[in-house]
């Protein structure tokens, strides 16, 4: 189950499961082809061609757009749920008047999988900048959408200032943080869960979940995700995201990273170079939730090599801004590898595998280059580069290596990355919603994972096919999908809010993979 970022002064605790509206019914005409009907019947269109006030819809609309909008200069399309649709749609300005563009229903195709009918529409022609809905005869309108240059902008930024505003140890003033805005909150010393008469300072860090956890696996985890993005497309992080350190000529997103790198290095053990697995509220007593005091708990091997895989990445691109502060990463890397080592088979943890590549791209020692070709020999390297999120990593880590690195081996990989990405296209080409996969249950983790993929390989060898699928998932998550909700922002007609959701950007880990989506985009 996925974390929710804290939220304003308080927790807000909404329903993790999303109610399905639009599902498809069991036989018969589906509940999109009713929708339209009762949509049609009680909103009383009448063709496209008129003038048409516009009337939010009260059902779940047929008719789905990106919500938040598209670019100027983009490709802008329509899908259409449902079997008997009209000929044609128009595209109408919220400031009323004629049509401003109107284009034809084509291509209609039966998703088998989703038991439904499917059809399309094209206004990328439409290029002048306002606010619009698309109605059609019979079926009603859609949610409200935008047309405008740098479309995903603003949203990339809130994306990237959700850590930010769950800063854990400071106080978040309201110029910087809205309505996230609190004092200093953890601020004092925390007590080992196992060994109460020991103090530890593990102040900082981000907020994980609604109870204020801090848990070293995943922040680290999600860290290295948001540097890997840095990597991919650099030029798309800047230094005035708004956020204190911004101006200060270093990337934002990075001051962000080391803001949680400062607070895993306290989350070290000194004595072992083994890491807490995690800094947990202490509830017990009640009171209040920022102010309670804190627990420790043990070291953690997932969390020591997870650490060491960050902080050896991390340091690799923050020697050229802090040269100092990234070797203190970098030892720090080095004395988890080797607890992790004293603790357990490098080749018993895949996780080694990423942290080997991440050490030894830094320092081009020849023992991390030991356990990658041990790694990279396996017969069955191939499937665990597929479904193996370390292995994943670490490969593609290697591709990009000064040191010296065994040629063969990366034609093997690149041909893997290839043929990874290459099956994601060809998922999502055969969608009736452009997507490698559906989620119905709100849960987007595989979506996202698959994203950064194809992410990586469009980095290496630029492809404009796998540039527009990017973008595609971007609108489905933003309302083109087949229960019309927008899964990223509460501030839209049909927001996550809607139906009980929590809203993907809540989710840190979700969160850094679309930053990375995003990154491509803007």
């Keep these: 189950m996925g974390h929710v970022f804290l939220k304003k002064n308080r927790i807000t605790g909404l329903a993790l499961i999303i109610t399905m509206l639009g599902s498809v019914a069991g036989c018969g005409a589906s509940s999109g082809e009713t929708d339209a009907v009762i949509q049609g019947l009680v909103q009383g269109q009448g063709t496209a061609a008129g003038d048409v006030g516009y009337e939010v819809p009260q059902q779940s609309p ?156 995943v922040g680290a985890r999600l860290a290295q995700d948001l540097v890997l993005a840095y990597e991919m497309n650099p030029a798309a992080f800047e230094d005035d995201t708004g956020i204190p350190e911004s101006g200060n000529l270093i990337p934002d997103i990075l001051d962000e990273v080391r803001y949680e790198a400062e607070w895993l290095l306290k989350m070290q053990d000194s ?76 080749d018993g943890d895949s996780a080694a595998l990423n942290a080997a590549a991440q050490l030894y791209r830094a320092t081009g020692a020849s023992s991390y280059h030991e356990v990658l070709r041990s790694y990279f020999k396996r017969e069955d390297f191939g499937e665990l580069f597929d479904g193996d999120e370390n292995a994943f990593l670490g490969a593609v880590t290697y591709l990009s290596i000064n040191q010296k690195v065994d040629v063969e081996t990366c034609t093997r990989l690149m041909k893997l990355l290839m043929q990874k990405s290459e099956d994601i296209a060809s998922k999502a080409s055969s969608s009736a919603y452009f997507v490698c996969s559906d989620a119905p249950d709100g849960d987007f983790r595989k979506l996202l994972s698959d994203m950064r993929a194809l992410t990586i390989t ?24 087949p229960r019309a909700v927008n899964y990223l922002t509460d501030d839209t007609q049909g927001s996550y809010v809607n139906v009980g959701g929590t809203g993907l950007m809540n989710d840190p880990e979700e969160d850094a993979l679309l930053i990375f989506m995003l990154s491509v985009l803007v």
């Design 271 to 346: 004595r072992t170079g083994g890491v807490y697995a995690a800094a947990v509220t202490d509830l017990s007593r009640g009171g209040d939730l920022f102010a309670a005091p804190v627990l420790v708990t043990p070291v953690s091997m997932d969390s020591t090599i997870s650490f060491a895989a960050m902080m050896a990445r991390f340091s690799y691109f923050y020697q050229q801004f802090d040269q100092q502060f990234a070797t203190t990463c970098l030892k720090a890397a080095d004395r988890a590898w080797t607890c992790f080592l004293n603790n357990q088979s490098a």
């Design 62 to 217: 047929v008719t789905l757009v990106d919500q938040i909008g598209y670019g100027t200069d983009m490709e802008k399309k329509v899908i259409f749920r449902g079997e008997d649709l009209p000929g044609s749609f128009s595209v109408y300005s919220l400031d009323g008047g004629s049509p401003a563009y109107t284009g034809q229903i084509m291509k209609t195709t039966y998703d088998e999988e989703l038991g439904e009918y499917v059809s399309y529409g094209y206004f990328s022609d439409l290029m002048r900048e306002g606010e619009y809905y698309i109605s059609s005869d019979v079926i009603g309108e859609s949610y409200s959408f935008s047309i405008k240059d740098g479309i995903f902008d603003t949203l990339f930024n809130t994306a990237c200032k959700k850590y930010y505003r769950n800063r854990c140890g400071i106080a978040l003033s309201e110029s910087y943080a809205g309505e996230s805005a609190h004092s200093a909150c953890h601020t004092t010393m925390a007590r080992l869960r196992d060994d109460p008469s020991v103090q530890i300072d593990v102040t900082g860090g981000w907020h994980m979940d609604e109870q204020a956890g801090r848990d070293t696996a």
């Design 458 to 481: 469009d980095h290496i060898i630029y492809n404009y096919e796998y540039t527009t699928i990017i973008e595609n998932h971007v609108h489905y998550l933003l309302g083109m999908n």
